[in-house]
């Protein structure tokens, strides 16, 4: 599903303004469970959860599973890797801490392998890290000696957890794996296949219905009529002259069959004024078009595309103005076609695209215009039905003559009866007659049109889809990227302000959308942007340093980067506001400055499928966006001022203690 959204949200000019451009929710399977899921199958998802950056979904999936009887020591490595993805030793609930406590008691009773060593040096991590005497040289090596990927998985998720000198003798090598994996796989041009819309399938123009039907039931009486009449006038005839009746009987039926034979490729095709009229294009100030904003940027993308795929030897505008008439009378065709569903021009892109390719390549064939030629008659045709039809009103009219000539009365009158009756009957009969071939002929040209177009543009669709399923990148690609894009910005923030993590607190980081943004996620997964603003606070002693930057996250560029410090009695204030039709805000108010308000995420409600849960969606993104630990120390500082620095200080904290 696509939505296009032209609403934008304002606010003071150091906040974020946030305008959708597009967004869309990918149709996939990835993050769905069957509530009658086996406990292995709700592990799988916890860990897929976990990689690609959704820790509190992935708490919930392997706790469950573990509780359902599914254990052991790679099962308790990912559930560890959950509990302290993205969060401090303080963000812990002592319940957590108790479970944490019990589970490193369990490591000894697993079997020997890379997942439990891996479990007890995470263990080992966490004590050493909540005691800030504590030797972190040996727990380093047992780190470095792991496996590549479990070693990956500790450094990625404990990212929040390792502080201070562990951290910047691990800085480098995570700085050396985001240098290495920021533009792999193709990053750059794959990543607009992530945001681009669901294509809508394959429609073409049906064939209309007949409408012969009426003519089918009166011919039947006006040939039996004409029958009659044409039997009476040659009996007539036979009766007064045998022998020159004959002869024009014989003029006549031949010349009739010619005019039929003829005649029905003349006037039996639909009249050439239906053929090119097409559909009705609206004016742009008629009101069709201002009430229905689909058609005109259907139009215009029709004018867009055409205007980039161009024969050889046309300009751009040139090419418009040589197919304004097939642009305008497709452009009407694919607004008719596809207006009841409601859905963005973004969606139906692929298919003008893909007729606007077809125009280019029927021209360079000749064959643009075929529709305009192909039921023209030609001139022989036309001028053979006419004499057909000249020799066959004065066959009659010589017939009457015979019939009447030298002849008592009542025979003239019964004559002239059956002339008349024939003339009558016969133009009655003609015209209903072709009316229905034209219909036939319509029919049968229009149903051969419609599954013609409908086959090609069903193998463009799949041809599209196919291509964007190969191109768009998974969530595990989307999230890695991302990582390394604020490892990467994080890095070049430490480094301008000569910092190490011996010198900060603690530090988090808000990732948000920008002013302007496509966004797009799986069904179960969160909102990821194309352009996203990244907030970054550093804790020192001294107090608070903000950096943010806007990143266009299909290339990693950046621009907009603001700097500010403050001291920790200067933030005085941090409110949440919650509104379910535009989203969360953060709301920053400084002692020597205005309100900032930063805006986290947009609503996401009126883009859920029927199977989501708007609560749980709204908390997979807030997770992801880093805001729940960013909210807790904001509000911690604002509330408690510097002591909020002695109560969180390292020497304060109650060691973790590996249960014996």
């Given at each position: 599903?696509?939505?296009?959204?032209?609403?934008?949200?304002?606010?003071?000019?150091?906040?974020?303004?946030?305008?959708?451009?597009?967004?869309?929710?990918?149709?996939?399977?990835?993050?769905?469970?069957?509530?009658?899921?086996?406990?292995?199958?709700?592990?799988?998802?916890?860990?897929?959860?976990?990689?690609?950056?959704?820790?509190?979904?992935?708490?919930?999936?392997?706790?469950?599973?573990?509780?359902?009887?599914?254990?052991?020591?790679?099962?308790?490595?990912?559930?560890?890797?959950?509990?302290?993805?993205?969060?401090?030793?303080?963000?812990?609930?002592?319940?957590?801490?108790?479970?944490?406590?019990?589970?490193?008691?369990?490591?000894?009773?697993?079997?020997?392998?890379?997942?439990?060593?891996?479990?007890?040096?995470?263990?080992d991590l966490l004590a050493v890290l909540s005691n800030a005497s504590g030797e972190t040289g040996p727990v380093l090596k047992q780190l470095q000696d792991l496996p590549l990927r479990?070693?990956?998985?500790?450094?990625?998720?404990?990212?929040?957890?390792?502080?201070?000198?562990?951290?910047?003798?691990?800085?480098?090598?995570?700085?050396?794996?985001?240098?290495?994996?920021?533009?792999?796989?193709?990053?750059?041009?794959?990543?607009?296949?992530?945001?681009?819309?669901?294509?809508?399938?394959?429609?073409?123009?049906?064939?209309?219905?007949?409408?012969?039907?009426?003519?089918?039931?009166?011919?039947?009486?006006?040939?039996?009529?004409?029958?009659?009449?044409?039997?009476?006038?040659?009996?007539?005839?036979?009766?007064?002259?045998?022998?020159?009746?004959?002869?024009?009987?014989?003029?006549?039926?031949?010349?009739?069959?010619?005019?039929?034979?003829?005649?029905?490729?003349?006037?039996?095709?639909?009249?050439?004024?239906?053929?090119?009229?097409?559909?009705?294009?609206?004016?742009?100030?008629?009101?069709?078009?201002?009430?229905?904003?689909?058609?005109?940027?259907?139009?215009?993308?029709?004018?867009?595309?055409?205007?980039?795929?161009?024969?050889?030897?046309?300009?751009?505008?040139?090419?418009?103005?040589?197919?304004?008439?097939?642009?305008?009378?497709?452009?009407?065709?694919?607004?008719?076609?596809?207006?009841?569903?409601?859905?963005?021009?973004?969606?139906?892109?692929?298919?003008?695209?893909?007729?606007?390719?077809?125009?280019?390549?029927?021209?360079?064939?000749?064959?643009?215009?075929?529709?305009?030629?192909?039921?023209?008659?030609?001139?022989?045709?036309?001028?053979?039905?006419?004499?057909?039809?000249?020799?066959?009103?004065?066959?009659?009219?010589?017939?009457?003559?015979?019939?009447?000539?030298?002849?008592?009365?009542?025979?003239?009158?019964?004559?002239?009866?059956?002339?008349?009756?024939?003339?009558?009957?016969?133009?009655?009969?003609?015209?209903?007659?072709?009316?229905?071939?034209?219909?036939?002929?319509?029919?049968?040209?229009?149903?051969?049109?419609?599954?013609?177009?409908?086959?090609?543009?069903?193998?463009?669709?799949?041809?599209?889809?196919?291509?964007?399923?190969?191109?768009?990148?998974?969530?595990?690609?989307?999230?890695?990227?991302?990582?390394?894009?604020?490892?990467?910005?994080?890095?070049?923030?430490?480094?301008?302000?000569?910092?190490?993590?011996?010198?900060?607190?603690?530090?988090?980081?808000?990732?948000?959308?920008?002013?302007?943004?496509?966004?797009?996620?799986?069904?179960?997964?969160?909102?990821r942007y194309s352009h996203y603003v990244f907030r970054l606070f550093l804790f020192t002693q001294d107090g608070i340093r903000e950096i943010s930057s806007e990143f266009n996250f299909?290339?990693?560029?950046?621009?907009?980067?603001?700097?500010?410090?403050?001291?920790?009695?200067?933030?005085?204030?941090?409110?949440?506001?919650?509104?379910?039709?535009?989203?969360?805000?953060?709301?920053?108010?400084?002692?020597?400055?205005?309100?900032?308000?930063?805006?986290?995420?947009?609503?996401?409600?009126?883009?859920?499928?029927?199977?989501?849960?708007?609560?749980?969606?709204?908390?997979?993104?807030?997770?992801?966006?880093?805001?729940?630990?960013?909210?807790?120390?904001?509000?911690?500082?604002?509330?408690?001022?510097?002591?909020?620095?002695?109560?969180?200080?390292?020497?304060?904290?109650?060691?973790?203690?590996?249960?014996?």
């Open positions: 599903m696509s939505h296009n959204n032209g609403a934008a949200y304002s606010s003071a000019a150091y906040d974020s303004t946030v305008g959708i451009q597009a967004e869309t929710v990918h149709n996939s399977n990835v993050y769905f469970v069957h509530p009658d899921a086996s406990p292995q199958e709700k592990y799988r998802l916890g860990v897929r959860f976990l990689e690609d950056g959704v820790p509190s979904r992935a708490r919930e999936m392997i706790t469950d599973a573990m509780a359902h009887g599914y254990d052991g020591a790679e099962v308790r490595f990912h559930w560890v890797l959950a509990v302290l993805s993205a969060r401090t030793y303080d963000d812990l609930s002592t319940e957590e801490v108790q479970r944490l406590h019990y589970t490193s008691g369990l490591v000894r009773t697993y079997a020997e392998d890379g997942w439990r060593e891996a479990l007890r040096v995470t263990f479990q070693h990956t998985a500790i450094l990625r998720h404990l990212d929040l957890m390792l502080t201070g000198g562990l951290k910047d003798d691990l800085w480098a090598e995570t700085c050396e794996r985001a240098r290495a994996e920021r533009f792999g796989n193709d990053r750059v041009r794959r990543v607009w296949a992530y945001f681009e819309p669901a294509p809508i399938g394959a429609r073409a123009v049906p064939p209309r219905p007949s409408t012969a039907a009426a003519a089918k039931a009166a011919l039947p009486v006006r040939a039996v009529l004409f029958a009659v009449s044409s039997v009476l006038l040659w009996a007539l005839a036979l009766v007064t002259d045998p022998a020159e009746a004959i002869v024009e009987l014989l003029v006549a039926l031949v010349a009739g069959l010619t005019a039929a034979r003829f005649g029905i490729r003349w006037w039996g095709q639909e009249p050439r004024s239906d053929l090119t009229a097409g559909p009705r294009v609206p004016h742009p100030r008629d009101p069709a078009s201002a009430e229905n904003g689909f058609t005109n940027r259907v139009r215009h993308s029709f004018d867009h595309y055409f205007s980039v795929r161009t024969p050889y030897g046309f300009t751009p505008d040139a090419w418009l103005a040589h197919t304004a008439q097939v642009r305008g009378s497709l452009a009407s065709e694919i607004a008719d076609l596809y207006r009841e569903s409601r859905i963005s021009v973004d969606r139906v892109a692929w298919l003008i695209r893909y007729l606007a390719e077809d125009a280019r390549n029927r021209y360079n064939n000749g064959t643009l215009f075929d529709d305009h030629r192909q039921d023209r008659t030609p001139v022989r045709t036309k001028a053979l039905t006419v004499v057909a039809l000249a020799v066959l009103g004065i066959a009659a009219l010589t017939a009457f003559g015979t019939a009447v000539s030298g002849a008592a009365s009542p025979r003239p009158l019964w004559a002239f009866l059956a002339v008349l009756g024939a003339a009558w009957s016969g133009h009655a009969a003609a015209s209903l007659w072709l009316k229905v071939r034209r219909e036939e002929h319509r029919l049968a040209r229009e149903t051969q049109k419609y599954h013609e177009q409908l086959t090609a543009r069903q193998t463009a669709y799949q041809h599209w889809q196919s291509f964007l399923d190969a191109t768009r990148p998974s969530e595990l690609e989307m999230e890695t990227w991302l990582t390394c894009d604020k490892t990467s910005f994080v890095d070049e923030a430490l480094r301008h302000h000569r910092l190490t993590w011996r010198d900060l607190i603690t530090h988090t980081i808000l990732v948000a959308p920008a002013a302007s943004y496509k966004r797009g996620r799986v069904r179960g997964g969160p909102w299909s290339d990693a560029t950046r621009k907009n980067e603001q700097r500010s410090n403050y001291r920790f009695d200067a933030l005085s204030s941090v409110q949440v506001t919650e509104n379910v039709d535009v989203g969360y805000d953060l709301e920053l108010v400084l002692t020597n400055g205005p309100a900032r308000k930063i805006r986290v995420k947009d609503a996401d409600a009126h883009q859920l499928a029927p199977d989501e849960n708007s609560q749980e969606i709204s908390e997979i993104n807030l997770s992801a966006a880093g805001s729940t630990h960013t909210f807790r120390l904001l509000e911690g500082i604002a509330a408690d001022g510097k002591g909020w620095i002695e109560r969180h200080s390292p020497n304060n904290l109650t060691p973790f203690q590996i249960a014996g």
